[in-house]
């Protein structure tokens, strides 16, 4: 966990090392933007509506998602990573968030082939994760700036998540005294999507998290819960988020627990077949 100022930005930076559960994982969309720095082998990433996997050999920034996305690791792999709030990425971003929503950029292209090489020099000579971890979080404190409407977005994101994107977008609008074009842009331009397509992301999340696979489900109830009023509609979104339909999910996740029980990626990310 990072420490101020950093911790209105970011839930945690992490570093992963070993063989990975699969060589390709399906991870599907949520309002979390990822920032990797690679120290291994490249790894391959296919977004949005791409065909093939795209070789990122230095890392990859993504913003919030709005669709299912293909990771493929190397084995071993070796790197550091960033899991951001919705709000959280763009303050170390040259460009809109909107830019990279479903279209991931290498490190090299936000912040430059010099500085990543020497960010990733530096990296390798710290002795353990730990030390690597305290020299990420130094470079993202230096690479910090400040972004207009970030108070506002992060405010309005919030509350969406606290209600599990439940809350009408509408409101927001009347209460901070904007126009509904003005949020839009400010949500593009800090998070990637506009206020409605992140509460969708929080609703689906919240729903899919929530389930117990282990367990038989009713459909129609998971729909109903979630706000959907039309089943058909709900299963077209499950597929929009995941790439896969409701029971084909519940088949790859029970593979997930039945192959890594207590694994630390079990809860989100499913194995790509």
């Given at each position: 966990m990072p420490g101020s100022p950093l911790d209105g930005l970011i839930d945690d930076l992490y570093y992963l090392e070993g063989a990975p559960p699969y060589p390709r994982l399906l991870l599907p969309a949520a309002p979390a933007p990822l920032l990797i720095v690679n120290l291994g082998a490249p790894f391959l990433i296919r977004a949005g509506t791409d065909v093939d996997a795209v070789e990122y050999a230095d890392g990859c920034a993504v913003t919030t998602p709005t669709r299912a996305w293909e990771f493929g690791y190397p084995t071993p792999t070796r790197s550091l990573g960033v899991h951001f709030k919705p709000w959280g990425l763009a303050p170390f971003l040259p460009m809109p968030a909107a830019e990279l929503c479903d279209r991931p950029a290498t490190v090299e292209q936000i912040w430059g082939r010099p500085a990543v090489a020497e960010l990733r020099h530096r990296l390798t000579l710290a002795d353990v994760p730990h030390e690597m971890l305290m020299v990420l979080e130094g470079e993202l404190v230096?690479?910090?700036?400040?972004?207009?409407?970030?108070?506002?977005?992060?405010?309005?994101?919030?509350?969406?998540?606290?209600?599990?994107?439940?809350?009408?977008?509408?409101?927001?609008?009347?209460?901070?005294?904007?126009?509904?074009?003005?949020?839009?842009?400010?949500?593009?331009?800090?998070?990637?999507?506009?206020?409605?397509?992140?509460?969708?992301?929080?609703?689906?999340?919240?729903?899919?998290?929530?389930?117990?696979?282990?367990?038989?489900?009713?459909?129609?109830?998971?729909?109903?819960?979630?706000?959907?009023?039309?089943?058909?509609?709900?299963?077209?979104?499950?597929?929009?988020?995941?790439?896969?339909?409701?029971?084909?999910?519940?088949e790859v996740r029970q593979r997930f627990l039945r192959e890594h029980p207590d694994h630390a990626l079990d809860g989100w990310p499913l194995p790509v077949d």
């Amino acid at each position: 966990m990072p420490g101020s100022p950093l911790d209105g930005l970011i839930d945690d930076l992490y570093y992963l090392e070993g063989a990975p559960p699969y060589p390709r994982l399906l991870l599907p969309a949520a309002p979390a933007p990822l920032l990797i720095v690679n120290l291994g082998a490249p790894f391959l990433i296919r977004a949005g509506t791409d065909v093939d996997a795209v070789e990122y050999a230095d890392g990859c920034a993504v913003t919030t998602p709005t669709r299912a996305w293909e990771f493929g690791y190397p084995t071993p792999t070796r790197s550091l990573g960033v899991h951001f709030k919705p709000w959280g990425l763009a303050p170390f971003l040259p460009m809109p968030a909107a830019e990279l929503c479903d279209r991931p950029a290498t490190v090299e292209q936000i912040w430059g082939r010099p500085a990543v090489a020497e960010l990733r020099h530096r990296l390798t000579l710290a002795d353990v994760p730990h030390e690597m971890l305290m020299v990420l979080e130094g470079e993202l404190v230096r690479r910090l700036r400040a972004i207009n409407g970030l108070d506002i977005v992060r405010h309005m994101s919030s509350a969406i998540a606290d209600t599990g994107g439940a809350v009408p977008i509408s409101n927001f609008g009347v209460a901070a005294r904007v126009s509904s074009t003005y949020l839009a842009k400010r949500f593009k331009e800090i998070i990637g999507v506009t206020p409605k397509r992140l509460a969708r992301s929080y609703r689906f999340s919240s729903t899919v998290l929530a389930l117990d696979v282990a367990a038989p489900i009713d459909w129609g109830d998971v729909a109903a819960g979630a706000g959907y009023f039309d089943q058909a509609h709900f299963v077209r979104e499950f597929r929009e988020f995941t790439g896969l339909t409701p029971t084909r999910y519940v088949e790859v996740r029970q593979r997930f627990l039945r192959e890594h029980p207590d694994h630390a990626l079990d809860g989100w990310p499913l194995p790509v077949d």
